[in-house]
């Protein structure tokens, strides 16, 4: 592109006009550059525009090749871009006049540039404008942009999100409905186990009171049995260690009888007893408050 606009700058002098002017388009320069024969300044593309059609300087028709181009003095460079010059867009209504090394970063965002970034969507809102010929649009490049259309891409992103969402909800109740089942039986057994202690308790506080609701052993193993569901109580808290403890105690090498009967026993609140007939074998059943323990002789396994 050839210079900046003379017209278009504000508030330049005569003297930087003189100074700044490309000889070849008459404007203010763009991407200043100089020729080593002169040291005149043109813009980037003047010259090189130039040097594709001769070999010579344009003001001294010396030889010249474009190798030989080289930047102007930083000071140059640093006064030309304090210059000011109005927007891009000041045809498209844009009163804003900046310096030069400020207007591109301008123009990308002026409410007056048909190109802009969409503030919605950050899409740019045009391809192509002819209004600002001045104004190169920078990369990335342009999509072609329609905010309905972004509507509906951002609308079917949305609806995927949103199936998505469904089919995770669905999953965590699946998850929900799984724990609430396990919380239900951890209740459940906590309730049992609560009804345990409340047993054993009862049978605690009745450990001196037992009642003997039925007896057909002898009077040595009515007293050891007596004795022994003391001592299991006051030291087990469960029906299982209770029944083992107590099989134990009874099945011992010197009470095994000819018969090759087992003596069994069963620990259960009173109050889910299951009628269990005594056999004649020998069968003792103890209250203890709320537990119930029977002791009694049997074939092998029950
Ligand atoms: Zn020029
Ligand atoms: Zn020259
Ligand atoms: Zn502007
Ligand atoms: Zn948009």
């Not at 090189?48 to 102007?72: E, M």
């Not at 669905?170 to 724990?179: G, N, P």
Request: hydrophobic residues 35%; proline residues 4%; contains cysteine.
């Amino acid at each position: 592109m050839p210079g900046y606009d003379i017209r278009r700058f504000v508030g330049l002098s005569q003297r930087e006009a003189d100074e700044f002017t490309c000889g070849i388009c008459l404007q203010i320069f763009r991407e200043p550059t100089v020729v080593p024969c002169c040291r005149h300044t043109y813009c980037r593309e003047c010259i090189s525009r130039w040097l594709a059609n001769t070999n010579t300087c344009p003001n001294d028709r010396r030889g010249l090749i474009a190798s030989q181009l080289y930047d102007p003095q930083r000071l140059v460079t640093n006064l030309l871009a304090k210059l000011h010059i109005q927007c891009h867009f000041y045809a498209q209504g844009c009163d804003a006049v900046l310096e030069l090394q400020c207007l591109d970063s301008h123009a990308d965002s002026c409410p007056c540039n048909p190109c802009r970034q969409c503030p919605d969507c950050g899409l740019r809102m045009a391809e192509r404008m002819d209004a600002a010929p001045d104004y190169e649009i920078p990369v990335p490049p342009l999509v072609s942009h329609n905010c309905v259309n972004s509507l509906k891409r951002l609308n079917e992103t949305l609806a995927e999100e949103m199936s998505q969402l469904k089919r995770e909800i669905l999953k965590l109740k699946t998850e929900i409905k799984t724990l609430k089942d396990r919380r239900n039986e951890f209740n459940a057994s906590d309730t049992l186990s609560d009804h345990i202690s409340e047993v054993l308790s009862s049978a605690r506080n009745r450990i001196c009171y037992p009642e003997i609701t039925y007896c057909s052993v002898s009077s040595t193993q009515r007293l050891k049995a007596i004795n022994k569901s003391k001592e299991a109580i006051l030291t087990y808290d469960s029906y299982e260690q209770i029944t083992h403890f107590l099989s134990q105690q009874f099945n011992t090498s010197s009470s095994g009888d000819t018969t090759g009967h087992k003596w069994h026993t069963i620990a259960q609140s009173v109050h889910c007893g299951e009628a269990l007939i005594a056999t004649e074998n020998g069968w003792i059943d103890l209250r203890f408050g709320q537990l119930r323990i029977a002791i009694f002789r049997a074939a092998g396994a029950l």
